[in-house]
C-alpha cells in the first residue's frame, strides 16, 4: 500500500505542476497578445523627450511640433511598443530643404544609427521626383511603390501623411492643404509582424506634429484603397528594375538632383563685387551658403561674405543652405549689401565652418560679413531689445561687442560670469548699426550654443578680494565678541566663588568666633575677683573681638555687595564710617565729571573699590587724619580714584615696599590702572588711581551683569 501512496502523491504532484504551467502560459500569451497591438488611440507626446529614442539628427521640439534641424540622411526618432501588429499612424509633416524625403516608419525593430539602418517599414513624401513612396528597409532600402503628387511636393508646406499595416498590407495616403489626396498600398508577402513607429527624414530636415497611433482593421484599409486587394510588393529602382541596395537610392537622388539642380551661369563671386563700378545701379547674382538667418540674411561663399535684405521672406531659410540671390548691389566700404532680393534654395548643406581670427585682424575690415571664430574676455553683459544679450568683450587692446538674438527665449539666458574667457562664433559686421560706435566691430551669433567658455574667470578677482577682505573683517568680530564673553564668563565665576566663599566664611569662622566670645564672658562672669585669671581672660576676649572684625572684613571684602547695590562712591563712604567708628575725621565725597558711578564695570569698580579700602584704613591707622576726600573723576577715556588726607604723611620711599602699597599695586596691575601715590612729612597723602575705559564690545555693564547673576 505504502509504494501505491507515494506514487499516487508523486503522480498528483506533477499534475498540479503541469496545470499551473499551463495556467501562467496561458496568462503570459494572453498579456502578450494584448500587447502587441494598439488596444485606444494613442497620441504621442512631442514635449516629453524621454518618450522618444533618437537615432541620429538633430531633434527638439518647437512650438507643439518635433522639428529635425538636421540634414543627416536617414534621422529616426522612434517611439512606441515593439510587440505592436495592426495599427496605423499619421501626422501633419513639412519639408525643411529641398531634394529629400520625410515621413513615418512602422513596425520597426533593431534600429541603430545610419542611413536605413533598421528592420521596418517607411512612407513618405520625397521632392525630388514629386512623389509619395513607400518601401521597406532591412538596413538597405527596398522601395515598392512611387506614385506622382499633383501638383507637387512643396517644401515647408504642411501635408497630412496617414500610414497603415494591416496584416501584411501597407497603404499610405498623403493629402495636400487644398484636399489633394494621394494613396498607394502593397502586399509584402513575407511581412514583419510587429514592431514600433517613429519618425524620419532623408537628407533634409522636417517637422512633424499631430502624431497619432490608433489600432487598425479591414475596415479602415478598405476606407483607404476600397475592397480590392493591394498589389505584391517589388522592389524597384529608377529604371524599373530590382534592387535592395540603399546605394542605388543615393544614385537616384544624384541623378535627380542634376535634373533638377540649375544654376544661373551669370553668378558673380562675391569677391569681384568690390571690382564693380560705384555709384551705377548694379543687379547681380551671387551663389553662397546661408551663415545667418536673423537680424539680416547673411551669406558666404569661398571668397568672403554678403548680407542680403530679401524683398520676399516667406521662405524660411536653414544655416547651410545653399541659395541662389539676384539683387541691387549697394557697395560698402568692406564688403556689400544685397537690396530688394530674390533668394531661391538651391539645395541643402552642412554649415560652413568658421574662419578663425583674432581681434586685430577682426578689426581691419577684411572679414566683414564673414562667419568666423574668436574668443575675449567678458567686460560685462546686458539685456538688449527683443530679449536679445549684448556683451562687450576685449582681446588685447581691442574692445568688440557680441550680440545674441532673443528669437525663442522666454528669459534673460544662463548666466556667464564677467571676465571669464569665451569663444565665440558668428558673423563679423563693421556696420554702426551694430557697432554703435563704440567698438570697432561686432560679431552676430546665431543662438547662445555659439558661445563657449573657454576659462572661468580667476578666483582674485575684485569682488572675491572685497568678500574675503569683510569674511576676515567678520571673523575677527566674531573672535572679540567670544573673547569677550568668555571675559564674562570667567569674571562672573570669579565673583560667585568669592560670594560662596564670604557665605561659608560667616557660616563658619565668623559665627564660631561669636560663640568663643561668648563662651569667655561667660567664663570671666564666673571667675568671680581672681584678678590675674580676669585679666587673662579680658586679653582673650579682645583678640577674640579683633578676630572676629577681621573675619567680618574679610567676608565684606570677598561679597563687596555694597559696591553693587550702592555704586562705588556710596560704598566707599561706608567703608569710612566703619572704619572710623564715629571718630573725629571728616570724610568728603565728590562725584566729577557728571557720570553715574554706578555704570562702572563690575571688575573695575571692585578693583577701585579695594584699593580705597586699603588708602582709607591705612589713613585712619597710620596718618591721624582730621579730613578725607574721597574724588571719583568720570573722563572721557578713563576713571580716576583720589583719596586724599591731611595727617602727617611719610617720606617718600618709606612705605613703597609694605604688604598694603604692595596689594594695592597689584590690584591696580590686575584691571589695568595706573597707581600713584604721592605723600610728604607734615602735608598729608593722596592715592591716585586711574583706569583707562575698556572698548565697548568687550564691556559688560553693571546692570548686564546683575541681570546675568540672578
Known amino acids: 500500500m505504502k509504494p501505491a501512496s507515494a506514487s499516487r502523491r508523486i503522480l498528483l504532484l506533477v499534475s498540479a505542476l503541469l496545470a499551473v504551467t499551463a495556467v501562467v502560459s496561458f496568462v503570459a500569451w494572453r498579456l502578450s497578445a494584448s500587447r502587441r497591438d494598439v488596444s485606444a488611440p494613442y497620441t504621442a507626446s512631442l514635449d516629453r523627450r524621454d518618450d522618444w529614442t533618437a537615432y541620429g539628427g538633430t531633434w527638439e521640439a518647437v512650438d507643439g511640433a518635433m522639428r529635425n534641424n538636421s540634414d543627416e540622411r536617414g534621422a529616426k526618432l522612434m517611439s512606441g511598443s515593439p510587440h505592436w501588429q495592426n495599427y496605423s499612424v499619421e501626422a501633419d509633416v513639412q519639408l525643411l530643404g529641398q531634394y529629400g524625403d520625410a515621413g513615418l516608419i512602422l513596425r520597426a525593430t533593431n534600429e541603430e544609427e545610419g542611413v536605413d539602418a533598421y528592420n521596418g517599414y517607411f512612407a513618405g513624401l520625397r521632392d525630388l521626383d514629386n512623389s509619395v513612396i513607400l518601401g521597406r528597409a532591412d538596413f538597405g532600402w527596398r522601395e515598392y511603390r512611387s506614385v506622382p503628387v499633383k501638383p507637387r511636393v512643396n517644401a515647408q508646406t504642411w501635408y497630412h501623411l496617414k500610414f497603415l499595416a494591416y496584416e501584411c498590407d501597407f497603404v499610405v495616403r498623403a493629402t495636400s492643404l487644398a484636399g489633394e489626396a494621394t494613396t498607394a498600398a502593397v502586399r509584402n508577402r513575407d511581412c514583419l509582424q510587429w514592431g514600433r513607429f517613429g519618425l524620419k527624414s532623408y537628407a533634409t530636415g522636417a517637422l512633424w506634429r499631430n502624431v497619432e497611433v490608433r489600432p487598425a482593421t479591414r475596415a479602415d484599409e478598405v476606407a483607404l484603397i476600397g475592397p480590392e486587394a493591394p498589389p505584391t510588393a517589388v522592389a524597384r529602382d529608377s529604371t524599373g528594375g530590382a534592387t535592395s541596395d540603399s546605394l542605388d537610392r543615393d544614385m537616384e537622388a544624384i541623378d535627380r538632383e542634376t535634373k533638377y539642380h540649375h544654376f544661373d551661369p551669370h553668378a558673380i563671386p562675391i569677391a569681384n563685387l568690390r571690382l564693380l563700378a560705384p555709384g551705377k545701379p548694379n543687379q547681380v547674382t551671387v551663389h553662397g551658403n546661408v551663415t545667418l538667418t536673423s537680424p539680416m540674411l547673411f551669406i558666404q561663399d569661398p571668397g568672403g561674405g554678403l548680407a542680403i535684405a530679401r524683398s520676399d521672406e516667406r521662405v524660411p531659410l536653414e544655416i547651410g543652405d545653399e541659395v541662389e540671390a539676384t539683387g541691387d548691389l549697394a557697395p560698402g566700404d568692406f564688403s556689400s549689401v544685397l537690396k530688394n532680393a530674390n533668394v531661391r534654395v538651391l539645395w541643402s548643406h552642412s554649415p560652413v565652418p568658421p574662419v578663425s581670427v583674432t581681434a586685430s585682424q577682426a578689426t581691419s575690415g577684411n572679414y566683414d560679413a564673414m562667419f568666423i571664430e574668436i574668443e575675449g574676455l567678458l567686460q560685462k553683459k546686458e539685456e538688449g531689445p527683443h530679449q536679445s544679450l549684448i ?42 548699426v551694430y557697432t554703435r560706435n563704440q567698438t570697432p566691430f561686432a560679431v552676430i551669433l546665431p543662438a547662445i550654443d555659439d558661445i563657449e567658455v573657454v576659462q572661468r574667470p580667476p578666483w582674485w578677482s575684485t569682488g572675491h578680494i572685497v568678500a574675503g577682505v569683510i569674511a576676515l573683517l567678520l571673523m575677527v568680530l566674531a573672535a572679540q565678541t567670544i573673547h569677550g564673553r568668555i571675559e564674562r564668563m570667567k569674571l562672573r565665576a570669579v565673583f560667585e566663588e568669592r560670594a560662596r566663599l564670604a557665605h561659608e566664611m560667616h557660616d563658619t569662622l565668623a559665627q564660631s568666633f561669636a560663640g568663643i566670645g561668648f563662651q569667655l564672658q561667660a567664663i570671666h562672669d564666673e571667675v568671680g575677683n581672681e584678678t590675674e585669671l580676669r585679666e587673662h581672660l579680658n586679653l582673650a576676649t579682645d583678640l577674640v573681638r579683633t578676630s572676629h572684625d577681621e573675619a567680618r572684613r574679610s567676608i565684606s571684602a570677598l561679597r563687596s555687595e555694597a559696591v553693587e547695590k550702592l555704586g562705588l562712591l556710596r560704598a566707599l563712604d561706608d567703608c569710612a564710617a566703619r572704619i572710623t567708628n564715629g571718630g573725629p575725621m571728616e570724610v568728603l565725597l565728590q562725584n566729577l565729571g557728571g557720570g553715574d558711578p554706578t555704570s562702572i564695570p563690575p571688575r573695575i569698580a571692585d578693583g577701585l573699590y579695594r584699593i580705597g579700602q586699603e588708602a582709607i584704613a591705612n589713613a585712619v591707622r597710620h596718618a591721624d587724619a582730621s579730613k578725607m576726600v574721597i574724588s571719583l573723576h568720570h573722563e572721557p577715556a578713563a576713571w580716576q580714584l583720589v583719596i586724599e588726607d591731611d595727617g602727617r604723611g611719610f617720606p617718600p620711599g618709606q612705605d613703597s615696599a609694605s604688604f598694603g602699597i604692595r596689594g594695592m599695586g597689584k590690584r591696580a596691575e590686575s584691571i589695568g590702572a595706573a597707581l600713584d601715590i604721592r605723600s610728604s612729612p607734615g602735608k598729608g597723602t593722596s592715592v591716585q588711581v586711574r583706569v583707562p575705559r575698556a572698548k565697548r564690545f568687550i564691556r559688560m555693564s553693571r546692570r548686564e551683569y546683575d541681570r546675568r547673576v540672578r
Open 391 to 432: 556683451m562687450t568683450l576685449s582681446s588685447g587692446s581691442q574692445n568688440f561687442r557680441a550680440i545674441v538674438s532673443g528669437k525663442g527665449r522666454t528669459s534673460f539666458p544662463w548666466a556667464i560670469a564677467e571676465m571669464s574667457r569665451l569663444r565665440l562664433h558668428g558673423i563679423c559686421v563693421v556696420d554702426p
